[in-house]
């Protein structure tokens, strides 16, 4: 991935192309099915998510063990943000 194809992304089209180099480096396109889960609840994730196409549901696991919706993303979109917080628990 490039540094061009981010800036194609509009969550980050404000961003100058420079500054996401460093990100294109490490960036990887990922294609998922329909109900595929792309994070397991016992993983922790360290990456940002941008949605290109589709809808992602995202879901926690609740204490009781029942799955609970918390919030959708479209392909406008990106979840996991704070990931870009160092000071930021990943988990929370």
């Known amino acids: ?4 194809d981010l800036k194609a992304i509009p ?6 192309e ?3 180099e460093s990100w294109a480096a490490s960036a990887e396109i ?10 397991p609840a016992s993983d922790s994730v360290p990456f940002l998510y941008l949605v290109r196409s ?5 879901c926690l696991e609740s204490r009781s063990g ?4 918390t919030g959708l993303a ?4 990106a979840f996991n943000i704070q ?3 160092a000071g930021l628990p990943l988990a929370e």
């Open 18 to 20: 420079s500054e996401l």
């Open 1 to 4: 991935m490039t540094s061009a």
């Open 11 to 16: 969550f980050l089209s404000g961003v100058p």
């Open 74 to 77: 479209d392909s406008s979109q």
């Open 66 to 69: 029942e799955t609970r919706m």
């Open 30 to 39: 990922i294609s998922a099915v329909r109900r595929e889960t792309l994070v």
């Open 83 to 85: 990931c870009l917080h």
């Open 54 to 58: 589709g809808v992602v549901i995202l």
